[in-house]
């Protein structure tokens, strides 16, 4: 068992680095102390989740959790707050949890190892965000449903892709809301001023993850693939459009929502050496 825990720190690692990245580039740039404390502590609440966290291991409450994380992202539909005409946030206290970031990277693992119902429960969950709207997730959700469509060979999460990058396509433009200064545009903000600390930061938010949860894999694990496909399309939409930076941007809801999905991920066994010498 402490081998596998000591395995977990490898995906925590994708969490790790960027969002500290991202507390170098509020601090560097005078964002309110407010902001700095928010995403220290989501990131602090997240490095318990990732290589700590456990999830039941029974098959029928692994997909219970995955309904109810599908069925939350409507609430902000119930409960607000709008602005702009969209509702994509849960409100805690003077803290605003984006609901896709939050809820998606749980959602992604579970439904993962589910092939039979995991393509529903990503569809209900690109409904949900259609009708907040959120490009952004969906574009992130479909992303991950191509990357879930081709390792497991499945018709069903190539259709939930399609249709999520179709409804993130008809929803790209809704809602009103000003970019907000250390949350949208992050790389530009920074390349401003140097563009090597932005290529650096870049760099940590696209590669690095990809690298720890991708590349070093010795077998093809789609729930850590598909995390990873999910968080390079919400880094990619910020980049095109002004939508919010994940980890390297202020916003605790990516920090907690990434540190949950890697708690999620089952335990496994450290991979074999790429290489033994011989006997």
Do not use: K
């Not at 997909?63 to 409507?74: R, V």
């Amino acid at each position: 068992m402490g081998a596998q825990i000591s395995d977990r720190w490898r995906p925590a690692l994708a969490l790790l680095l960027p969002a500290l990245g991202g507390l170098a580039y509020l601090a560097g740039f005078d964002a309110p102390a407010r902001l700095i404390a928010v995403n220290a502590g989501a990131l602090v609440l997240a490095l318990v989740c990732a290589p700590w966290g456990r999830l039941p291991a029974g098959h029928g409450a692994r997909l219970g959790l995955a309904a109810l994380a599908a069925g939350s992202l409507f609430l902000p539909l119930l409960t607000g707050p709008e602005a702009g005409g969209v509702a994509r946030s849960f409100p805690l206290g003077p803290v605003q949890l984006h609901s896709g970031a939050l809820l998606l990277p749980l959602l992604v693992v579970l439904a993962a190892d589910a092939p039979r119902l995991g393509p529903a429960l990503l569809a209900l969950a690109a409904a949900a965000l259609a009708l907040q709207p959120d490009a952004a997730s969906l574009a992130a959700l479909a992303l991950a449903g191509v990357v879930l469509a081709a390792m497991r060979r499945s018709l069903a999460f190539a259709l939930v892709g399609a249709g999520a990058a179709g409804l993130a396509v008809l929803t790209f433009d809704a809602g009103g809301l000003e970019p907000q200064l250390y949350t949208e545009g992050v790389l530009a903000h920074v390349a401003e001023r140097s563009m090597g600390v932005a290529v650096a930061l870049g760099l940590l938010l696209f590669v690095e993850p990809l690298w720890q949860l991708v590349i070093p894999s010795e077998v093809r694990h789609p729930d850590t693939h598909a995390l990873a496909a999910l968080l390079v399309g919400f880094a990619a939409m910020a980049v095109i459009a002004p939508f919010p930076f994940p980890l390297i941007g202020y916003g605790a809801a990516p920090i907690l929502g990434f540190g949950i999905g890697i708690g999620a991920l089952p335990l496994r066994a450290p991979a074999p050496p790429r290489f033994q010498a011989a006997a």
